[in-house]
Structures are given as structure tokens and as C-alpha cells.
């Protein structure tokens, strides 16, 4: 009798522990799809996935040069501005003339340089629009730089001033530098080709190892103005006028070579 109630005792304890046993599972089972459609969690795989994920990183830099003679210029204030939350950067340039910012992706820019005039001069509009590898973005601005004007040299003996009528003499002709580059330009690109048809280029070396491309010799600057707007709308955006008087080179605006050695 005592080994009967024995056998039973151990049946019930076996169905009783396999019945809680199937019911904690399901009830387990229950939790758990809850809890994934109603808070669903990255597994764990992904979570290292998503951290693998490189930063893009977008770099602008560039250079501040003198519009005339395309050589770099110290102490040029860049700035860079952010279009839809006015964000701004700014950058001091030193004697090499180069910038550089920090860019965000799908953002628009607008980046200037403030001339010693305190005038804003070349801007252009970044774009940073669907770039999602980390890139190097590169900018070319042109300013006016003013001329330094030293004093004159107190003398003597009186300066003579020189008869306006010898003006004449000078043989002053317009040209138009559609460009200046360190290494020279294809003759069968379209920066080329879009001009030979109707000038012919005449080609400067510098002594700071630029080559400049220039085109025309116009007696009448009213002519060559007009013919200055015609290559901007070719698509040459930096072409402008240069002076000669005599054969050399002018440094000073063609107002001032006009006003100083006249016209013929």
C-alpha cells in the first residue's frame, strides 16, 4: 500500500511539472511576438552593422588669387554660408592664398570672398546634394586687388608735366585673356576650339610659371568690350580686358591707361 501511494505521489508530480512546463512555454512564446511587433528592436547583428557605417566627410578647399595677375593673395577673408540656416564659416587666408571648410551633405552653400575693400567679390554656390562618400571639393575665387600707391618724392627741383598732345605717340591696343593656367591647354579642347575659328591665340608665359591665353589687339576698346561680352555668353566666364601701351603689359585698369596715355 505504502509503494502504491508512492507511484501515484511521483505521477502526479510528473504530469503536474510537464502541464507548467508546456504552459510557461507558450506563455514565453506569447511574450516575445508581442514584444517584436509593438517594440521592435534591431537584433544584434545590425546593431554592429549600423555602427560599421563610415562618416561621409566633405572637404571644400580652394584658393583666393588677384584677378589680373591670377597669383595667390594673403589676408582675404573667406566665408561660407549655410542657405537655409544661415550658418556661416569664415577663413583668414595666409600667404599661399588657400581656404578650407568642413561641408555637410545635402546642403547648399555660398561661398564669397570679402576684398580689402570690405567688398564681396566671386561667389559661387556649393552644392552638397546626394554625396554620400567623403570627397574633396576644390574652388578657384578671383578678386580685385587695389594697387598700392606710394607717395611721390618730394624734390628740388620742379617736375615738369608732360604735354598732353605727346599721348599720341603711344601706341595703346586692347586684348582679351580668356585664361591662365599652369599647364598648357589642348589644342583640340573646346576651349580651343571654340575660339581658332575667329582669333588666333597668342600665349604669355609668366614669371610665376602661369601661361595665359589671350586674343585680339583692338584699337577701339568700345570694340573689344563688345567682343569681351560675346565670350562670356561662349561660356568664357573669366575673360577680360588687358591694356598694352607700346607692347608691354599694363598693371592698371584700361580707365587709367586711357586717362594717362590717351587714345590715338
Known amino acids: 500500500m505504502k509503494n502504491q501511494l508512492v507511484l501515484l505521489t511521483v505521477a502526479l508530480l510528473f504530469r503536474l511539472g510537464l502541464t507548467t512546463g508546456i504552459l510557461n512555454a507558450a506563455s514565453l512564446l506569447a511574450i516575445d511576438e508581442n ?6 528592436q534591431p537584433a544584434k547583428a545590425n546593431l554592429s552593422f ?23 593673395v594673403e589676408g582675404i577673408r573667406v566665408e561660407v554660408e549655410e542657405n537655409n540656416s544661415g550658418s556661416r564659416q569664415w577663413f583668414n587666408t595666409k600667404q599661399d ?10 546642403k547648399e552653400y555660398k561661398l564669397s570672398a570679402i576684398n580689402k575693400n570690405g567688398e564681396r567679390e566671386d561667389n559661387k554656390i556649393i552644392s552638397t546634394d546626394n554625396k554620400r562618400k567623403s570627397e574633396i571639393l576644390r574652388a578657384v575665387l578671383q578678386i580685385t586687388v587695389p594697387e598700392v600707391k606710394s607717395d611721390p618724392v618730394v624734390a628740388e627741383y ?17 586684348k582679351i585673356q580668356l585664361g591662365a593656367f599652369r599647364q598648357p591647354m589642348s589644342t ?12 588666333k591665340f597668342e600665349i604669355e608665359n609668366t614669371t610665376s610659371g602661369y601661361i595665359r591665353y589671350m586674343v585680339g589687339s583692338f584699337k577701339d576698346i568700345a570694340k573689344a568690350k563688345e567682343e569681351e561680352t560675346k565670350f562670356h555668353k561662349k561660356g568664357y566666364n573669366k575673360a577680360f580686358i588687358v591694356p598694352y601701351v607700346n607692347n608691354q603689359r599694363q598693371s592698371i585698369s584700361v580707365e587709367e591707361v586711357l ?3 590717351g587714345s590715338k
Open 50 to 72: 549600423n555602427n560599421s557605417v563610415q562618416t561621409v566627410n566633405l572637404v571644400l578647399i580652394g584658393i583666393v588669387v588677384d584677378k589680373k595677375t591670377l597669383l595667390p
Open 158 to 174: 620742379k617736375i615738369e608735366k608732360s604735354n598732353p598732345t605727346s599721348t599720341a605717340n603711344h601706341n595703346i591696343v586692347f
Open 188 to 199: 583640340k579642347s573646346p576651349f580651343y576650339t571654340n575660339v581658332s575659328d575667329d582669333f
Open 259 to 261: 586717362k594717362k596715355y
Open 35 to 40: 514584444t517584436i511587433l509593438q517594440n521592435p
Open 97 to 106: 592664398g588657400n581656404f578650407y571648410f568642413k561641408l555637410e551633405s545635402d
